[in-house]
C-alpha cells in the first residue's frame, strides 16, 4: 500500500535515495511563436544518468521554507520530494526522487500531488521544476501531469566543470516548467 508522509529536515538522511535514470531519448528544445515545445528521440545508446540534489535544498530547508515528503510502499521508502515556498509566488519543486524498482506504481505521481498540495495550502500561484534536458524521464513525466515548458537557461549549469568544457551549443541547459494552481 502505498503511503505519503511529510518528512522533517532531520530525518532525510534516512529516506534519500540516488537518483539514477536509465536514458535511452535525448530532449530536443524548439522556440516558435507559441512558445516551447519538447520533442524526444532515441538516443544512440541507452545509459544511466544521475542528477544530484539541487544545491539550494539546504538554503531552503535551513530557512525552513521547505517541505519535504517521503513515500512508503509495502514498508519500503520507494520516493522522495521537496518543495520550496519561493519568494516569487511560486513554488518551487526542488526534488522528486522515485527508486527504480518502485516507478509506474503511481509514487512519483502521489509525490507530486503532496508537493502541488504544499504550495496550495501556502497561497502560491503554482509550482515550478527546473530539469535538466539530460533528464527526458522526469520531463516527460511532468509534461503528462500537466507542467509545460515556460523557459530555458543555457549557462544556468555552467560552475560545472564537466559543462565549462564543453561548446555553448552542447552544454545541458535547464528546462522551467510550470503548472498554475487552478485559482492562479
Known amino acids: 500500500m502505498l503511503e505519503i508522509r511529510s518528512v522533517r529536515q532531520d530525518e532525510l538522511t534516512r529516506v534519500m535515495l540516488a537518483d539514477q535514470v536509465l536514458c535511452g531519448e535525448e530532449v530536443t528544445v524548439r522556440i516558435g511563436r507559441n512558445g516551447f515545445s519538447l520533442s524526444y528521440a532515441q538516443a544512440f545508446r541507452a545509459e544511466w ?14 530557512a525552513d521554507r521547505c517541505q519535504f515528503f517521503a513515500a512508503g510502499l ?8 521537496a518543495t520550496a ?7 518551487e519543486l526542488m526534488a522528486l526522487r522515485v527508486d527504480n524498482a518502485c516507478r509506474g506504481q503511481g509514487v512519483g505521481a502521489a509525490l507530486l500531488e503532496a508537493c502541488e498540495a504544499a504550495v ?3 497561497g502560491l500561484m503554482g509550482l515550478r521544476a527546473a530539469v535538466p ?12 501531469h500537466g507542467y509545460s515548458v515556460q523557459g530555458m537557461d543555457r549557462m544556468a549549469l555552467t560552475p560545472r566543470e564537466t559543462e565549462r568544457r564543453k561548446p555553448l551549443q552542447q ?4 528546462l522551467y516548467f510550470y503548472r498554475m494552481n487552478e485559482k492562479g
Not at 509495502?74 to 520530494?81: H, L, M
Not at 534536458?133 to 503528462?144: A, T
Not at 552544454?171 to 535547464?174: D, E, G, H, S
Open 49 to 62: 544518468r544521475s542528477f544530484p540534489p539541487d544545491e539550494r535544498l539546504g538554503i531552503y530547508a535551513a
Open 74 to 81: 509495502d514498508g519500503r521508502v520507494a520516493g522522495i520530494a
Open 85 to 91: 515556498m519561493a519568494d516569487n509566488g511560486w513554488g
Open 120 to 122: 496550495r495550502r501556502h
Open 133 to 144: 534536458d539530460s533528464n527526458p524521464v522526469l520531463c516527460q513525466f511532468l509534461e503528462h
Open 171 to 174: 552544454r545541458a541547459c535547464l
